[in-house]
């Protein structure tokens, strides 16, 4: 009741878009509460502010992507609510904004065009790369820091405010891989986030310890037999230590990890030792 006393009352409301259709001059919008609803029909004035990747052709273009995209986001057929509004009420209408304006963004888009970070532009803010991220999963939308969160923020942000301000996204991934399994637009995300990485590290914008830690972690792992012994000790000291507890509350080279979370002990073995151990068992 609340809410609905503020849409009567409001002169404008402002909305984003999930999509703009260029043959009909129409946006669109995809929710299942109905508050959108509410802001671009009861005010008098509707702002729409969408980004440019946000227009399709036509009108066949939107509602192929808008299947896609509730099966995507929520499994659903249809959204609750999907609604079209092309521009301000006609003479008739029993309802609909007297004026009707559509503001659109780039705020570095234009620069993604052509580059290695095209293929970002595709994305449909479905979410399924959120809802199947471990590291998502584990930390939620705000550590994230600015508007985009998941898999398609950790690509998206550094393309749009850049790499100085929000290198530290694209790091936020085990590259496991199911962001680009489950994408409808086929985006290949762990590829643009590697991609974001070097870029991070040719810049020598990563910390030193960090850059430090690759080269030993690199020279150990073109020995496989150092990198195998090393591994093996260090899994078997840290279960040794963390055996009565069964996890740590802090490790002074997991810092930033265990000072929100408890880090759990390792088993003893390291996932080679396991697997030699299941394949003579079979």
Known sequence: AVLRDGFLAADVGITGANLLIAETGS???????????????????HIVIASIEKAVPTLEDANTILRILARSATGQECSTYTTYSTGPKRSGDPDGPEEFHVVLLDNG??????????????CIRCGACMNHCPVYGAVGGHAYGWVYPGPMGAVLTPS??????AGHLPNASTFCGRCEAVCPMRIPLPKLMRHWRMREYEKGNTPARYRWGLKLWAFA??????YHALAGLGASLLA???KRRGRFRSLPMAGEWTRHRDLPAPQGKTFQQLWRAQEKAS
């Open 27 to 45: 946006s669109v919008i995809v929710t299942n509460e109905g508050n959108g609803d509410l802001t671009q029909c009861l005010p008098r004035v």
């Open 109 to 122: 888009r234009t620069e993604m065009l052509g580059g290695e970070f095209h293929d970002m532009l595709r």
């Open 240 to 242: 040794r230590i963390g």
């Open 160 to 165: 749009l405010i850049g790499i100085d301000e």
């Open 221 to 226: 792992a073109r020995r496989p037999w150092l």
